[in-house]
T-cell receptor, first 113, second 113 residues
């Protein structure tokens, strides 16, 4: 079965650079979520989109922005990167509202040096 | 406020022992959804089970079983006859009224051979 696909899997950037993470949800899933997981931490919610509209927002820095496109894929744009942005970034997708589980991609490991 | 608490930070058991992971949640919503996810050392987040607030039926699936009790706001997870491959971080998550999943801090399970 198709899963959530994230690219790239690994990314190394320097401070103050920009990064773009991509997420391709499971076909026919209409909701996409972005999470940030620091070392030894639980996943922290950043932002979600339902039917291409922002549906919920968490502790996402102003330096970050995201959108969901007409084909339902999503991109997380991160600017003015800081060392503290180094983390595992997960994208997840689900179908419908509320009663369904989210399936997570394998994550993008971002290292800021 | 919505919150998930996993009081057990780390548990170590010897292979073939049974182990229960605790999860306590808080929400004011009457309709909500609870989940367990597994994060093995490889890093991906794997969905294990979902429970709806109106379905308190407990379930057994192979070596896994779940105990959902609304009266104590608990959603505990038991692994019977643990195996080394069960070693992972296990996250309990809550979704209620929003487009986001709130994770607990996770319990690291180490199964020793």
């Amino acid at each position: 079965a198709a899963g959530v696909i994230q690219s790239p899997r690994h990314l190394i950037k320097e401070k103050r650079e920009t990064a773009t993470l991509k997420c391709y949800p499971i076909p026919r899933h209409d909701t996409v979520y972005w999470y940030q997981q620091g070392p030894g931490q639980d996943p922290q919610f950043l932002i979600s989109f339902y039917e291409k509209m922002q549906s919920d927002k968490g502790s996402i820095p102003d330096r970050f922005s995201a959108q969901q496109f007409s084909d339902y894929h999503s991109e997380l744009n991160m600017s003015s990167l800081e060392l503290g942005d180094s983390a595992l970034y997960f994208c997840a997708s689900s179908s419908g509202t509320g009663a369904t589980e989210a399936f997570f991609g394998q994550g993008t490991r971002l290292t800021v040096v | 406020a919505q919150k998930v608490t996993q009081a057990q930070t780390e548990i170590s058991v010897v292979e073939k022992e049974d182990v229960t992971l605790d999860c306590v949640y808080e929400t004011r919503d009457t309709t909500y959804y609870l989940f367990w996810y597994k994060q093995p050392p490889s890093g991906e987040l794997v969905f294990l089970i979902r429970r709806n607030s109106f379905d308190e039926q407990n379930e057994i699936s192979g070596r896994y079983s779940w105990n959902f009790q609304k009266s104590t706001s608990s959603f505990n997870f038991t692994i019977t006859a643990s195996q080394v491959v069960d070693s992972a971080v296990y996250f309990c998550a809550l979704r209620s009224g929003t487009y986001k999943y709130i994770f607990g801090t996770g319990t690291r399970l180490k199964v020793l051979a």
